[in-house]
């Protein structure tokens, strides 16, 4: 089945989503479950017609249960004499024999438990939370609308994880990578983007997050509405952010891995999180920089080639590396848009001179060299 416009009744007359329900195929399960994280805004029917076909499982166990009772307390009624039956003994086995209304007394008592457990126990249950997971690999980019009506965009090696939750008491995000949020109005449930260095929270806006785990810095941009930005290393200041503002905060990398930079003390008297907020940057085109990702534009101003590198190999899902490193330092602007990696290159290559070379693998490596 690949359902369009979702029905209730015509799910519970799917067997792939009964066998979903009752868990008794792996293949089907993974297919509802990966269609409800494709699907987002289906998963309330979903998630309905599951307690419902849940509810008449429930239903027939019991109606089973009693019928089988009944046909039990018939049989021990019977006037029918049990039959004897004569038991040798042997020195090196010994052997018993139930009676049938013995072992029939055995199935429904475990049936009783079965249905017991299942109907009284298992389901007063504190339900597990369930997370759903949206991520994109390196050279792509994804969009999706969250069951609010949200929408999201999704750059390459990102991922962003919400909960079943989500929109009953609260819209909480958790992102790796970056995103772009056009968020769904909601006076009562604000949405906040969680990053390892920043919360990001807003009622009904447009912004950026962009919060790679391996790079130096965090930052979060607006292009409409009005956001909350808490910086969690900075005693959870909070900046608030107008249009075409952006904050930018500082990671120390370190050998343990990324940690929140308490800024060094030099530093710490003359910066305070309010002079962090800054202009977003903008093109001769009026283009915003900071999310032009968004319309499969790679954008780069004044950087150097070995960052320039991770965004190229986000964007086209390659491995870079330098066989020199005094290109690292070169400088480049360009404004690319659906152009292939070795234009990009061939662009470059205008206004500095290196070399470059493509190693085939299992990931495309980019050997650049003078």
């Not at 509802?32 to 699907?39: A, C, L, P």
């Not at 019991?62 to 019928?67: F, I, L, P, S």
């Not at 590198?309 to 360009?334: C, H, M, P, Q, S």
């Not at 500095?352 to 050997?367: A, C, M, Q, S, W």
């Amino acid at each position: 089945m690949t359902p369009g416009q979702l029905d209730i009744e015509d799910l519970l007359a799917d067997e792939s989503f009964i066998n979903y329900c009752k868990r008794t195929s792996q293949r089907d399960s993974t297919y509802w479950e990966s269609y409800i994280q494709d699907h987002p805004y289906h998963a309330a029917v979903v998630e309905q017609a599951r307690n419902r076909f849940i509810e008449l499982f429930n239903v027939l166990c019991v109606a089973d249960m009693e019928e089988q009772e009944a046909l039990l307390k018939n049989r021990l009624a019977a006037t029918v004499p049990a039959p004897v039956i004569s038991i040798k003994k042997q020195e090196s086995q010994r052997k018993t024999i139930f009676s049938p209304a013995l072992q029939l007394t055995a199935a429904i008592l475990v049936l009783a438990l079965a249905v017991y457990y299942f109907y009284f126990i298992d389901s007063n249950r504190t339900p597990r939370e369930t997370v759903k997971l949206f991520a994109t690999a390196y050279g792509e980019r994804k969009n999706f609308q969250l069951p609010d009506g949200s929408f999201v965009v999704l750059n390459g090696g990102s991922k962003v994880k919400i909960t079943d939750a989500y929109g009953q008491e609260a819209r909480d995000i958790y992102l790796e990578g970056e995103a772009f949020f056009d968020v769904k109005h909601n006076k009562a449930l604000p949405f906040i983007v969680h990053t390892s260095a920043m919360d990001v929270k807003a009622l009904g806006t447009a912004f950026n997050v962009k919060a790679y785990p391996e790079e130096k810095t965090t930052e979060a941009s607006l292009v409409r509405g009005l956001v909350e930005v808490t910086l969690k290393d900075k005693e959870n200041h909070k900046v608030l952010l107008h249009p075409n503002q952006k904050v930018q905060w500082q990671l120390l990398q370190t050998t343990s891995g990324n940690k929140l930079n308490e800024l060094a003390d030099a530093n710490k008297k003359a910066v305070s999180a309010d002079n962090l907020v800054q202009g977003v940057t903008k093109t001769d085109g009026d283009e915003i920089k900071e999310i032009a990702w968004t319309e499969n534009k790679l954008i780069f101003t004044n950087e150097s080639f070995e960052d320039i590198a991770v965004l190229l190999e986000r964007w086209y899902g390659v491995k870079i590396e330098f066989a020199d490193d005094v290109i690292r330092n070169y400088r480049f602007t360009g404004i690319f848009e659906k152009e292939g990696i070795g234009a990009v290159l061939s662009f470059l290559k205008e206004s500095r001179h290196f070399n470059y070379e493509f190693i085939p693998g299992d990931t495309l490596t980019v050997k650049l060299y003078e």
